[in-house]
């Protein structure tokens, strides 16, 4: 006999970006699978994402357009579906607003399933965590008393020598998407990082001081 199991609960509300979540682990308490409608009255973005969960989303209304860390971007618009499998890296952006669209993760969504490069304690973060129990959904990062002297980056030797070789500015691939380039004061992180997110990637890299 069919039931009701649950209903919708609004899990992300940023002023131009809704997210209620139609199943899963909290709108149905079910960790099979998760199901939302998202929209996003404005333009806007989220952060870098690394899941670790396939997750299609189904665009219903305007258009989306997904960044990978590869460099590539893809656009999606009404009508279509996206795949995004476990491990990939990504950020969905909404250049135009008025985007509407439904996520089904695989398993279901959960905070610790879903990477998200931003710093703890952001309001999204924060209440995904309430909602979930307590489950990080951030990446942490480096707090500091006083700003460091030093800070390190990690770069794609190929990318580093073409920059030398041209005599031009180094930037990395993602610094047109984030406005800034990623750096820490804590070199040992890099690896961490690295092995998180950059494993897919081919080559050598190298450390800039």
């Known amino acids: 006999m069919p039931r009701i199991v649950g209903s919708s609960v609004r899990v992300v509300d940023t002023g131009k970006m809704t997210i209620d979540e139609l199943a899963g682990n909290v709108a149905t308490k079910d960790d ?12 806007t973005s989220e952060p870098w994402l690394t ?38 890296r990504f950020r ?26 931003e710093e703890n304690g952001s309001d999204v973060s924060t209440k995904l ?33 073409a920059a030398k070789a041209s005599g031009e500015a180094y930037f990395p691939p993602t610094f047109e998407a984030d ?9 040992s992180r890099l690896i961490a990082t690295a092995n998180h997110f950059y494993q897919d990637v081919v080559g050598d890299w190298v450390c800039l001081q």
Request: glycine share 8%.
């Open 51 to 88: 899941l670790h969960y396939d997750e299609w989303m189904c665009v219903l209304k305007g258009r989306m357009v997904l960044l990978h860390s590869d460099g590539q971007k893809l656009e999606v618009v009404a009508g279509q579906t996206v795949l995004v499998e476990s491990g990939e």
């Open 92 to 117: 969905p952006t909404f250049p135009d607003g008025d985007c509407e669209y439904v996520p089904v993760c695989i398993p279901a969504f959960r905070p610790d399933r879903c990477i998200r490069e």
């Open 32 to 43: 099979r699978i998760s199901i939302a409608l998202s929209k996003a009255n404005s333009p």
């Open 179 to 187: 406005g800034f380039t990623h750096g820490t004061a804590v070199p």
């Open 129 to 161: 965590q309430e909602l979930h129990g307590g489950r990080s959904s951030a990446v942490p990062m480096e707090v500091e008393e006083t700003k460091p002297e030093v800070l390190y980056h990690m770069c794609q030797r190929q990318l580093w020598e």
